[in-house]
T-cell receptor, first 116, second 111 residues
Framework: EAGVAQSPRYKIIEKRQSVAFWCNPISGHATLYWYQQILGQGPKLLIQFQNNGVVDDSQLPKDRFSAERLKGVDSTLKIQPAKLEDSAVYLC??????????????FGEGSRLTVL | AQSVTQPDIHITVSEGASLELRCNYSYGATPYLFWYVQSPGQGLQLLLKYFSGDTLVQGIKGFEAEFKRSQSSFNLRKPSVHWSDAAEYFCAKRNFNKFYFGSGTKLNVKP
């Protein structure tokens, strides 16, 4: 079974530039999460999708961050314009709603963003 | 508010020694609890989970954790640490399909 795929793995940009991250969850996983992980901290939820609908985006800085999950499969997280404090690893995770693994989170390897 | 606390930021143990990583959680009569491990440059991998039943749960790589409701704790243990266990460990709690993570404990293993 293929895992959660993310790209790019690394991105370096200057402040005020834009960046986009892509995530393809495990096939059949209805729930998709984007987390921000700043160095030395635990993952912090940015946005949660159930199929193609947003369940929770209360922690998403909507003035600069946006995310979509068209067709309820893969997802894109965009930052525009980036700030220095956006330097972090952006983790995508997915979770099945049914089956033996229901309620577990499966993570991708993350996309590391450095903003200069 | 929902929270997960990992009081130890860094822990160093000698290879072959036993390990215990602490985790405390808030709220939830029947919490769903997890331990994840993160190696440098990697995503998080599930070590074990507790949903209900036996309070001592076994996971991968020889890890186990014990759920203690009276102490609101879910500590991770391993009887003999290997050098490859050096990584960061995160405790997490799930509440209505939302996950709350602790700040992590970084494990160093001395040869």
């Amino acid at each position: 079974e293929a895992g959660v795929a993310q790209s790019p793995r690394y991105k370096i940009i200057e402040k005020r530039q834009s960046v986009a991250f892509w995530c393809n969850p495990i096939s059949g996983h209805a729930t998709l999460y984007w987390y921000q992980q700043i160095l030395g901290q635990g993952p912090k939820l940015l946005i949660q999708f159930q199929n193609n609908g947003v369940v929770d985006d209360s922690q998403l800085p909507k003035d600069r961050f946006s995310a979509e999950r068209l067709k309820g499969v893969d997802s894109t997280l965009k930052i525009q314009p980036a700030k220095l404090e956006d330097s972090a690893v952006y983790l995508c995770a997915s979770s099945p709603r049914t089956g033996r693994k229901a309620g577990e989170l499966f993570f991708g390897e993350g996309s590391r963003l450095t903003v200069l | 508010a929902q929270s997960v606390t990992q009081p130890d930021i860094h822990i160093t143990v000698s290879e072959g020694a036993s390990l215990e990583l602490r985790c405390n959680y808030s709220y939830g009569a029947t919490p769903y609890l997890f331990w994840y491990v993160q190696s440098p440059g990697q995503g998080l991998q599930l070590l074990l989970k507790y949903f209900s039943g036996d309070t001592l749960v076994q996971g991968i790589k020889g890890f186990e954790a014990e759920f203690k409701r009276s102490q609101s704790s879910f500590n991770l243990r391993k009887p003999s640490v290997h050098w490859s266990d050096a990584a960061e460990y995160f405790c997490a709690k799930r509440n209505f399909n939302k996950f709350y993570f602790g700040s992590g404990t970084k494990l160093n293993v001395k040869p």
